[in-house]
């Protein structure tokens, strides 16, 4: 039913936020552009391997990094699922770059839902919902995110 919008064979990470609202990221949408370049003046940025991510049409302007949970969580992290936070904030973002690089995800934007929106969508059958995996967050080939799903 998404053929024809942007969200055609979107893989997201969706997870309930507050009150009833749902926050997310799109998997599967790598960019050209790499923190190097968005960062030229900050060395750390260099050292990240994996390109800058679309994460969702709210806040694109906006760079949230998903981090593997270390034995300590990056300042300002917010739990998205067991091993897996999410962290913005220009400080908390330049700390994870700075101390654990490769061990996050860079998103521009977020994807939001207000209360009962992603439920109506999964009900309208917009969305095919699986368990979530936190390793699909850090897949080395985002393209075979969808395939594998598909084949659950």
Do not use: C
């Not at 309930?16 to 749902?22: D, L, S, V």
């Not at 962290?87 to 770059?97: L, Q, Y």
Request: aromatic share 8%.
């Amino acid at each position: 039913k998404l053929a024809d919008t942007p969200f055609r064979e979107t893989v997201l990470l969706a997870v309930p936020f507050q009150n009833g609202e749902h926050v997310g990221f799109i998997l599967n949408r790598p960019t050209d552009t790499r923190l190097a370049s968005l960062f030229p003046n900050h060395a750390p940025s260099r050292e990240v391997k994996a390109p800058v991510y679309v994460g969702g049409p709210v806040m694109p302007q906006v760079l949230f990094a998903v981090v593997r949970e270390a034995d300590q969580p990056a300042q300002g992290a917010v739990p998205l699922m067991p091993g897996l936070v999410v962290v913005n904030g220009e400080a908390a973002v330049d700390s994870v770059i700075e101390n654990a690089p490769n061990r996050a995800r860079y998103f521009a934007g977020i994807m939001g839902w207000r209360p009962g929106e992603l439920q109506a969508q999964v009900d309208e059958e917009l969305w095919t919902v699986r368990d979530a995996d936190a390793s699909a967050v850090f897949r080395e080939d985002p393209n075979t995110i969808l395939p594998d799903l598909r084949s659950r």
